[in-house]
């Protein structure tokens, strides 16, 4: 059996207020001090957002390739570090016209945070110029400290899905916290 003690100080400087033993099992306490403060994934971030889509249809099949609908690309269209678009729907122009802040820019990574929260990808510079993300997925530039592709390899490794991990919440439906 693993134990961990924690003191009330360090429950009082976390943001979450979470108890629970997978947010403060050892493993994960281990690895979580030894990323610098400056280094937290909120820290690198810029320009990050996520969509939170109304009554947006997705459409497929073969009568929609040839159309100049916007592209819909979703966390299943991703197997990290690649993303698969030619497998994605599509949305109406009303959608793309709707949400400018969902539209994928090229160089941009994507981190899915609803669901398993494992995908992460850089999106290409050969990339479609039409595709907006669906709302599983958070869309984010990084700033100077860190390289994006390091940062995406970081992510998909064994060290950064762990605490990934220590991030999520909600047990049903896992939501991924960006701090």
Known sequence: MQVSIVSLSQLRDQNNLRIDAEYWHPELIKLSSKIKRDLLLGHVIENGYRVVYENTAIFRGYEFQNSNMPKFLQATDISSPVINIEQSGYVSNNDWVR?????????????????????????????????????????????????????????????????????????????????
């Open 99 to 179: 949400y400018p802040k969902g539209r994928v820019r090229k160089g941009e990574v994507l981190l899915e945070v609803k669901g398993n929260v494992n995908k992460v990808a850089i999106v290409p510079d050969d990339f479609p110029e039409k595709v907006l993300i669906s709302g599983t997925l958070y869309k984010f530039n990084v700033n100077h400290l860190i390289n994006r592709y390091c940062l995406t390899v970081y992510l998909s490794c064994r060290f950064g899905q762990k605490l990934k991990e220590r991030l999520v919440s909600n047990i049903a439906t896992p939501y991924y916290k960006q701090k």
